[in-house]
């Protein structure tokens, strides 16, 4: 049985600098489920994950972070209403990479926020695109200006992605900010992983800071060739008669069917002369 609490956001920024926290991306309720009895301290989902009814059974006990994406809301009202959505389902904070201005709104209304800086995806064109920021001293610097301010807004965590690991160690050492690595090294406060690539089940690029575990992919080819196999031996025994078999349908006593093939062709001479009729 497991007896662990439910981490909460004063009890993570007790265990600030203490030890290293965990975190993944989950996209199913198998999966966090899997990371809920194997320990995780915390799980980023997508909201629809949330309204599953099985959802508060699978992972109960985890801290749970549910994202707004950006671009799907504009306003601060438009990100108010989806954060607080988002509570009431189970959530015990949001992901949001919107503006400051928004962030604070949140936190204005008691919402725990996790920030992003660093390599944002959805805004990565201002940075270069999909690589490391962070390697010179202006964009060094930068990424410091962008977690002091996220902190200034009111947000409790931030993810920190793809940002020279001793550059992350130094920004961490000077912010109260939960910092949750994603290729940003062991000097923040805990890592995170997509499951996905955690479970080798992702068929495209794998990010360099993805570390895999398992080989789910070959195991999902290896499941489709027996959907497959099994399918067409199916059809084989349609077309052979080996399908279905008796104990495959329900039987009838005999002296029924009897009268009932009498009553039947009774049925259908009444039908005829009718007809003729």
Same mark, same amino acid.
């Given at each position: ?27 199913? !309720? ?89 390599? /944002? ?15 010179? !001293?202006?964009?060094? +610097?930068? +990424? ?13 965590? +931030? ?11 130094? /920004? ?50 290896? !499941? ?13 025994? /349609? ?16 002296? /029924? ?6 009553? !039947? ?13």
């Amino acid at each position: 049985m497991n007896n662990r609490k439910r981490l909460t956001v004063a009890d993570l920024r007790t265990l600030k600098g203490k030890r290293q926290l965990s975190m993944l991306r989950v996209e199913s !309720l198998e999966e966090a489920a899997a990371a809920e009895q194997a320990g995780i301290d915390m799980i980023s989902v997508p909201p629809p994950l949330l309204d599953q009814p099985g959802f508060k059974d699978a992972a109960p006990t985890i801290f749970c972070v549910t994202s707004l994406s950006y671009g799907i809301f504009a306003t601060p009202k438009e990100y108010l209403h989806a954060a607080f959505a988002a509570r009431r389902a189970g959530a015990d904070a949001v992901y949001c990479a919107a503006s400051t201005r928004i962030i604070r709104r949140l936190a204005e209304e008691g919402i725990p926020v996790c920030g992003h800086a660093g390599l /944002i995806p959805a805004k990565a064109t201002w940075t270069g695109g999909f690589k490391a920021v962070g390697k010179s !001293l202006e964009t060094a +610097v930068r +990424v410091y200006d962008d977690v002091r301010h996220l902190e200034e807004a009111g947000a409790v965590m +931030v993810e920190l992605e793809v940002v020279p690991a001793a550059v992350a160690a130094e /920004i961490t050492k000077r912010t109260s900010l939960i910092v949750m690595s994603m290729g940003a090294g062991a000097g923040c406060d805990g890592q995170y992983l997509f499951a996905t690539d955690v479970l080798g089940a992702n068929r495209g690029h794998y990010p360099r800071h993805s570390k895999t575990y398992r080989n789910f992919a070959a195991e999902f080819d290896r !499941l489709q060739n027996e959907r497959v196999n099994a399918f067409r031996e199916f059809s084989a025994d /349609i077309a052979s008669g080996a399908y279905p078999e008796d104990r495959h349908v329900v039987g009838v006593d005999g002296t /029924i069917l009897a009268e009932l093939i009498n009553a !039947l062709e009774n049925h259908h001479l009444r039908a005829n002369r009718k007809e003729a009729d």
